[in-house]
């Protein structure tokens, strides 16, 4: 079902360390995955996408594995900058009778120079 | 490139009124969307259009209807606004839906029903 709160987790990390943000998706018959990155007042942006018959994808900074067994999804950055402040969440594309994408509620990165 | 462009940015409407919300991208893609975001939740989605001529139902889409004008153009409107529908609006477009590839996003536009 959907998350109902008007407060997103936070994450507050020192500039020049790791973060990860972490994502449960909700269905086994999900096969695709991605991650946004939502500044305010802006709308998201891709930042990497991940297949099921994957568990780790690497980018430029962030990596991304997948967990099928306890399906979960993690976002990491490396080296986080105050230009990674934003909000994150993922999406999982689910195979059903139609194409059908389901969006988390996010997580804020707050990042403390 | 401008991508996904969305206007207005902002409205303020009062309950009763009616408008439409804009949504153009240059990116060729056949499949566009209309989504709202509120506090705290995921996006939902309103409506979709997965080819030009076609639209269909989403999640939440009581209250809106939309129109696929032409490939590059899909719009919202809100035939008598409540509010209820005071949220923000993105219209996101894909290559095609049902292969594995992002939604390009634009902006949003800040609605506000008084």
């Known amino acids: 079902g959907e998350s109902v709160g008007l407060h997103l987790p936070t994450l507050s990390v020192q500039e020049g360390d790791n973060s990860i943000i972490n994502c449960a998706y909700s269905?086994?018959?999900?096969?695709?995955f991605i991650w946004y990155k939502q500044e305010s007042g802006k709308g998201p942006q891709f930042i990497i996408d991940?297949?099921?018959?994957?568990d780790k994808r690497q980018g430029q900074r962030v990596t991304v594995l997948l967990n099928k067994t306890v399906k979960h999804l993690s976002l990491q950055i490396a080296a986080t900058q105050p230009g990674d402040s934003a909000v994150y969440f993922c999406?999982?594309?689910?195979?059903?009778?139609?194409?059908?994408?389901?969006f988390g509620p996010g997580t804020s990165l707050s990042v403390i120079p | 490139n401008a991508g996904v462009t969305q206007t207005p940015k902002f409205q303020v409407l009062k309950t009763g009124q009616s408008m439409t919300l804009q949504c153009a991208q240059d990116?060729?893609?056949?499949?566009m969307y209309w989504y709202r975001q509120d506090p705290g939740m995921g996006l939902r989605l309103i409506y979709y259009?997965?080819?030009?001529?076609?639209?269909d139902k989403g999640e939440v889409p009581n209250g809106y209807n939309v129109s696929r004008l032409n490939k590059r153009e899909f719009s919202l409107r809100l035939e008598s606004a409540a509010p209820s529908q005071t949220s923000v609006y993105f219209c996101?477009?894909?290559?095609?839906?049902?292969?594995?590839?992002?939604?390009?996003f634009g902006d949003g536009t800040r609605l506000s029903i008084l």
């Open positions: 999406a999982e594309n689910m195979k059903t009778s139609y194409d059908k994408v389901i």
């Open positions: 269905n086994s018959a999900s096969d695709y």
């Open positions: 991940i297949r099921s018959n994957m």
């Open positions: 990116m060729n893609h056949n499949s």
């Open positions: 259009s997965a080819s030009e001529g076609t639209t």
């Open positions: 996101a477009s894909e290559g095609d839906r049902g292969r594995d590839q992002p939604q390009h």
